[in-house]
T-cell receptor, first 117, second 113 residues
């Protein structure tokens, strides 16, 4: 079974600064995917970024990048140049690509990010 | 382009009542799932389906039933609601292969009194 750990329940960052949200995962699956989602106070789940376990390069999407360290089972999200609109809950998730649980994203408990003006 | 549509958005039930949360997707995704979100607990998987006629239990299936008669629809049934089922429920779907993102509905807030 997979397990996702997000050790930071809440974080503050100054506007325009970069911030790293931590995520570690525990899986025995040989092939898996890693996701980050954003949930603003309005409640919808917004997909941010995806990293495949066999991808050589770290994934990037605009101001978001995923710092993937496979040996350490770490998939930290880096947000550059924080904006007030980045204030939200952020969830890390993992999914096995094969087997009986294929397709099931397992989520961490989330990190609440607050951006200060 | 509707994506994943779930209804109702809000519902108040009394203990022991039954109800169905509806979910439909128009992206021809094989995989559909239901999650519940509680404060401090993240999203926990209730039930999932990898195709019409196939369903299976997730992490927290007790008190919930599902069926998948078509690719598009995946309703979640509460047969006898309990206060512990007060939560926000999300339906989601994705393509199984290729690392596709999980597309979420807008969520349904259920309160059981």
């Amino acid at each position: 079974a997979q397990k996702i750990t997000q050790t930071q329940p809440g974080m503050f960052v100054q506007e325009k600064e970069a911030v790293t949200l931590d995520c570690t995962y525990d899986t025995s699956d040989p092939s898996y995917g890693l996701f980050w989602y954003k949930q603003p106070s309005s409640g919808e789940m917004i997909f941010l970024i995806y990293q495949g376990s066999y991808d050589q390069q770290n994934a990037t999407e605009g101001r978001y990048s995923l710092n993937f360290q496979k040996a350490r089972k770490s998939a930290n999200l880096v947000i550059s140049a924080s904006q007030l609109g980045d204030s939200a809950m952020y969830f890390c998730a993992a999914v096995p690509n094969y087997g009986g649980s294929q397709g099931n994203l397992i989520f961490g408990k989330g990190t609440k990010l607050s951006v200060k003006p | 382009n509707a994506g994943v549509t779930q209804t109702p958005k809000f519902q108040v039930l009394k203990t022991g009542q039954s109800m169905t949360l509806q979910c439909a997707q128009d992206m021809n995704h094989e995989y559909m799932s239901w999650y519940r979100q509680d404060p401090g607990m993240g999203l926990r998987l209730i039930h999932y389906s990898v195709g019409a006629g196939i369903t299976d239990q997730g992490e927290v299936p007790n008190g919930y039933n599902v069926s998948r008669s078509t690719t598009e629809d995946f309703p979640l049934r509460l047969l006898s609601a309990a206060p512990s089922q007060t939560s926000v429920y999300f339906c989601a779907s994705r393509v199984l292969a290729g690392g596709g993102e999980l597309f979420f509905g807008e969520g349904s807030r259920l309160t059981v009194l």
